[in-house]
């Protein structure tokens, strides 16, 4: 099956009709959900951000281990955007899966999500281990700066969403991913 | 009814180019530093919040001060972007009383962080190290900044759903 199919098969299958899809019609039930997505995001970039910042160099006279215990509160903020985001993709499926902005907003989450487990993996013990130094590894410095700049691409391509809307295709697509709605 | 002044902003060049120029560096563009910047001046506000509720132990109070010039980044970015909506829809956001509470609930905020500010950083700048207790009073401060927040945002994405005109035209 090849990506053209697996987008119009996801599209089809979620097909927008679900008793969450209907809540999400009602009246505020969207904003409502926007708002949250929005208030989550806040709460990813105070505290990952911070972190990166501070494996930057920000606050260097702080144990890195001491500003690590904001991430519980940026993976919360992370867990309810991907609720949130869940209920808009399920609601208008196809207003996200053929839309070049949203494609870029994975593409980015997926940069953030492995470039995190690459500093667990990679360099946790450095870090955070006994005798860490309070300056980060190179390699965590460079982790830091993709992960910061990551979580911004994920912001621009979700804000952007609404100026890609996928209209109806027009003959055959040759593009890796559709960008229309067949 | 056409006001006249909100007439004049619409007709401007700059108005006109936020609002219609054809590239994603105008309408689109602002509105992402706008997100952007949200994300940091609040995030960072709210990391404040909760390093004062009990969050982060371990992070010296007075050294969250090291964080806040990427407060003050976001919040100007956010000024100078929301600024350029301003101009760009000024009927849309000044005839939306939404508008007047989410600029209301940034001011609580922004008086709560100078607050804030002045009672956990330690003024004369010698690096101070010891902490200023975190009294129940200084908690409530934290907890009212992040509900303050939290409805800035929501009514700023109300704004939206709720305005009555466009512009001068519609």
Redesign the interface.
Known sequence: MDLHHFQVWLVTTIGGKSAIADLMRTAWAW??A??LH??G???????I??FD?RLLG??????I???H??IP?GLLGFAINIMTGSLFILTEPDQYIYNPSFHFKLLFMTIGGLNAATFYLTSYRRVFGPGASLDAPRRAKVIAAISLCA??GV??G???LT?YRPSACEGPQTALLLTCAP | MIDPFLAWVESTALSQWVVGAPTMFAFPGILTFHAIGMGFAVGISAALDLRILGVAPGVPLAEMRRYMPFLWGGFWLNAVSGVLLLIGYPTKALTNPVFYLKLTLIGIAMALLARISRQVFPTGGSGGSSDPPITSKLRNLAIVSLICWAGAITSGRLLAYTYHRLTQLH
């Open positions: 904003p409502i926007e708002s929005f208030l995001l806040c709460l990813l970039i105070g505290s951000g911070a910042l920000v606050a260097r006279r702080v144990p281990a001491a500003v215990r904001f509160w979580w911004i912001i621009t979700g804000r952007l100026f």
